[in-house]
Nanobody, 113 residues
Framework: QVQLVESGGGLVQAGGSLTLSCTVT??????????WNWYRQGPGNQRELVAS???????TYGDSVKGRFATSMNNAKDTVYLQMNNLRPEDTAVYLC?????WGSGTQVTVSS
């Protein structure tokens, strides 16, 4: 059974930075052929796509995070990272990792003003 495990969330002041990690566990290899995605869901908000990365390294970002967030992949470790800079209070949300139909449980990011 494949699982995604996120880590790295926490409380940070506006303007600060955090790096999230998402690691896959299990023996299935389907995830190696699909994009890895970061979503977030804030209180009362719909789930929003934040960033996506393919195995070849091609990335896309949501408009609200372009220029501030960057995603990268360590193929050897089956881990994806989300570097978040210049954080804003509106970035406060649960951040979830996704590949195909598999979702992590999320990690909370709180940005104080």
């Amino acid at each position: 059974q494949v699982q995604l495990v996120e880590s790295g969330g926490g409380l940070v002041q506006a303007g600060g930075s955090l790096t999230l990690s998402c690691t896959v566990t299990g023996t299935a290899v389907f995830y190696r052929y699909q994009p890895w995605n970061w979503y977030r869901q804030g209180p009362g908000n719909q789930r929003e796509l934040v960033a996506s990365i393919t195995r070849s390294g091609s990335t896309t970002y949501g408009d609200s995070v372009k220029g501030r967030f960057a995603t990268s992949m360590n193929n050897a470790k089956d881990t994806v990272y989300l570097q978040m800079n210049n954080l804003r209070p509106e970035d406060t949300a649960v951040y979830l990792c996704n590949v195909g139909t598999v979702w992590g449980s999320g990690t909370q990011v709180t940005v104080s003003s």
